[in-house]
């Protein structure tokens, strides 16, 4: 299924607190509602148990709504949901065992920083890289900042789909080099806003709207 | 390989330093020079690429000790180095998953504190269970002590070993009701001793004097 795939409005799921799973699948769903197009299952500060049953649900919620449903690190609980694909960072398990885990048809992520992180997940099996930070960003304190010039140089080295991620917003948004990037991961400007399908609707009309200017 | 592995002593390795890979990798190999029977990883702390490495390393070490290696809670990374089994807690993926995604030859270990517990996991394909906690532990804080009865209440509805766990130290493993556990687990009386390989051999020494006498 890798092919084919719209990245445009990548959301990232960081959001879930012990005891408020209906509010949280409800956010998300009003996420999809407003025009999601991946959605990835990240929540590492809850039990295992906890995340599976979870991903089990937002598995059944992401099909509903013809969305990839994509796991963060934990390749075990992906391939016990048989959810669409999984996502890793530098800190993970490396791709190419991710990628003869999952084997050749479920979707793999990668996070890169830089051009050298970016050719080696392409060569490790990545469908797509996760590009960041490009903007500070309140949900993952330690992330470390990357040069907007990177993107354009991590465009020319590989040829599979670039999401930018870290701190977009619907202000900043409009500061991203849109014809490198192919889309855009959020987090919290979605699933911290008063009306996640609001906020999905207009960050995904900024994103394109800037992209196909 | 579920049949002939002596589980009488089984150590859970839970004392991974950033930076001190070389010490950590010392310890474990003294423990097994002591006679560890069963090597459990389990270093939740440590990133999911950390943990890989060091698995990858005990791995090989406990092969060359013939020692059964098994993975705490993430069956990716034991399925990615090729662990001999997972052992899951009660928060951790369903025992009737992890068998599903490890196939019929690995081991599975399964955590219970009661017989309720002990026949689920026996059923959902444990191949041994982790019985506990017997004592008051230092590296389990939120541990709940089960009563010593309890342990032999399971030993009556379940037929697979029973590994006794929770701060059993060369102290109290004699008020252990030695007839009911084929083996006792441990961390720190091992791991935190200034001679780890002194310590595992005292404590299988008396955990198995007090067995067959």
């Known amino acids: 299924m890798s092919n084919n795939i719209d990245y ?19 956010k998300v769903r009003q996420a999809l509602q407003g025009g999601v197009n991946v959605l990835q299952f990240r929540e590492k500060n809850a039990s295992s148990l906890r995340q599976f049953e979870l ?23 992906a391939l016990a949901v048989n959810a669409d694909g999984v996502h890793v960072g530098q800190e993970d398990l490396p791709a190419e065992d991710v990628r003869r885990l999952i084997g050749p048809d479920k979707l793999l992520g990668v996070s890169a920083a830089t051009v050298e992180e970016a050719v080696k997940a392409e060569r490790d099996g990545a469908d797509y890289l996760g590009v ?33 991620i870290g701190g977009i917003n619907a202000e900043n948004v409009k500061r991203l080099p849109e014809r490198h990037a192919d889309g855009i991961a959020v987090i919290s400007a979605i699933l911290s806003a008063a009306d996640p399908k609001g906020a999905a609707e207009q960050l995904k009309e900024q994103f394109l709207s800037k992209k196909h200017k």
């Open 55 to 77: 991903a089990k649900a937002l598995k059944d919620m992401s099909q509903s709504f013809h969305v990839p449903f994509i796991i963060n690190d934990r390749v075990d609980i």
């Open 132 to 164: 960041g930070s490009v903007f500070q960003t309140g949900s993952k304190g330690d992330a470390t900042l990357i040069e907007m010039d990177e993107i354009a140089r991590i465009r020319q080295e590989v040829t599979i789909p670039i999401v930018a």
């Open 8 to 26: 445009s409005l990548y959301l990232v799921t960081e959001a879930y607190r012990e005891g408020y799973r209906s509010e949280y699948l409800k």
